[in-house]
């Protein structure tokens, strides 16, 4: 299998141990991750013509990769060390 980029774990380096408590104790935090990794993975996918799909449907799926990256950032920045 290829190289994914853009994993969490890449993305928030140092924030590693807060993002498995948080996936542990925080069930919304917990869904986000799920759902940034699905569609983080549809991406790559999409990216390297595994499942083609349309420009429009791309740039969707990015933004939606985006949204899902700025509410986790949030999340870590307000989660106690």
Do not use: C, G, W
């Amino acid at each position: 299998m290829s190289h994914t980029p853009h994993e969490l774990a890449e993305e928030f380096p140092s924030k590693i141990e807060e993002m498995r408590r948080l996936k542990e104790t925080n069930a919304h935090f917990a869904t986000l991750s799920d759902r940034y990794h699905e569609i983080n993975r549809a991406v790559h996918r999409a990216e390297t013509d595994v499942e083609p799909t349309s420009d429009q449907h791309m740039t969707e799926m990015r933004r939606e990769r985006m949204r899902l990256k700025d509410e986790i950032a949030a999340m870590l920045a307000e989660a106690p060390a």
